[in-house]
């Protein structure tokens, strides 16, 4: 989803000006005393925030980066890509004044939130409820009487607007795609994250302290050989247990914002501390690729899954209806370099055969492509893109979806649909 960050200066909407202050300020306080933002502090927060800028004609402060500032305490250059709270929150916000007015007793005053902007709206909405005529009681066995065309226009006015208020209602409720694609897995309490662990290592102290020393000083081809030209394996130190690619973190921290949204837990493991059992106990979401190899087992066996092309040194997604094509590769990707301009990246959720519960499998070929595929999966702008074509009940289906990236300067771009697959 584009950022409205850059946008140059935002114009007070007229109804801000004209509206009493005490007015709007009492109507904020009933909204945020309802249920719907009660349970939210994060919405009402910024609920508050955005209308009191309004209010005081501050609108130019309304913008992403700000409001991440602001109201969310962020960096004053935080990454908003990354870290698509404001956005997130804004979504919920729409949300739930959606629900709060459509059970709202007919008071006048309205805040509304458009899409794609942070800049609040207030308006008057004019009570227009229809009487319901009194029930007409039939004395059996003399003949009902007869309804005047009056009253039989009424009754049809009153239909219509229940007709109305039923469409409208399934309209707000309705779950979205990104809900549908992740229904299954809220079935229960609590989702499994499982988090890749890749193989880094460490030195003992004296000897990491004078590899350190070496570094710091600026090496380069010329200089000569280091004192530490050879180093024993018993000053190796593994810390394949206790470490995590930074990229994986950013994309749990958003399954986190997520699944908090729809208020369930999210139990994180490092996947070397994962058993059978728990992956039995409820459903899972597995965080990379290369460095989670229980990524890569529960895959291997799917059309799309991720493989090593030794001769050519190359990593790959591979398409099994397809078994020549290498389209979907990195060459030389691993370590991963700063010169990459493109990656590749996996979506799965699909019922595991040998868990038995429903999983998710989010990784690409390096960090770039697990930053894109995260953000695919908790962006319903980016999610849609991939059901051009879907089958009317792809909610009920397993799924595979192949993205890409463009990478500059060491950061991903949004994700791009590549190729689907609904079965």
């Not at 809900?179 to 988090?195: H, Q």
Request: glycine share 6%.
């Amino acid at each position: 989803m584009g950022s409205i960050e850059n946008t140059p200066s935002v114009s007070v909407p007229a109804g801000w000006s004209v509206l009493p202050k005490g007015e709007i300020l009492a109507e904020l306080e009933r909204v945020l005393e309802s249920h719907h933002f009660r349970s939210s502090k994060k919405c009402s927060r910024f609920l508050r925030h955005i209308v009191g800028a309004a209010v005081e004609g501050r609108v130019d402060c309304l913008k992403e980066r700000t409001l991440g500032v602001d109201v969310f305490d962020r960096e004053p250059h935080y990454d908003t890509n990354q870290d698509p709270i404001v956005r997130g929150t804004a979504g919920e916000v729409r949300k739930r004044l959606a629900q709060y007015y459509l059970e709202a007793d007919g008071r006048g005053l309205r805040f509304s939130l458009p899409l794609g902007s942070y800049v609040p709206e207030a308006h008057y909405v004019a009570p227009d409820r229809p009487k319901l005529a009194p029930p007409v009681v039939v004395h059996s066995p003399a003949p009902a009487p007869r309804v005047p065309p009056l009253g039989r226009f009424a009754a049809g006015a009153v239909v219509l607007a229940l007709a109305a208020f039923f469409i409208s209602l399934w309209f707000v409720m309705r779950p979205g795609a990104l809900d549908r694609f992740w229904g299954p897995l809220l079935t229960t309490k609590s989702v499994l994250v499982c988090m890749g662990q890749p193989q880094f290592y460490t030195f003992q102290p004296n000897t990491a302290r004078a590899l350190g020393a070496w570094f710091l000083e600026g090496y380069n081809a010329d200089r000569a050989a280091s004192p530490q030209a050879s180093v024993p394996y018993s000053e190796i130190v593994p810390m394949w247990d206790r470490s995590v690619a930074l990229a994986d973190a950013q994309a749990f921290s958003r399954l986190v914002n997520l699944f908090a949204q729809k208020r369930k837990e999210v139990d994180l493991r490092g996947e070397r501390l994962v058993s059978l059992a728990d992956l039995r106990g409820r459903p899972s979401i597995f965080i990379g690729a290369f460095d989670n190899d229980w990524a890569m087992s529960l895959a291997s066996d799917l059309r799309f899954y991720f493989d090593t092309d030794h001769q050519h040194q190359a990593q790959v997604i591979r398409d099994r209806q397809k078994p020549g094509e290498t389209d979907w590769k990195l060459v030389n990707a691993w370590p991963p370099k700063r010169d990459i301009t493109e990656d590749y990246a996996l979506v799965t959720r699909v019922v595991n055969r040998t868990t038995e519960r429903n999983i998710v499998l989010l990784g690409g070929i390096t960090q770039y492509g697990t930053e894109a595929a995260a953000e695919f999966v908790t962006d319903p702008n980016y999610f849609s893109r991939a059901l051009t074509g879907a089958p009317p009940d792809w909610s009920r289906k397993n799924i595979q979806i192949v993205l890409s990236t463009r990478v500059l300067s060491g950061v991903s771009g949004p994700p791009t649909v590549v190729a689907t697959y609904f079965w």
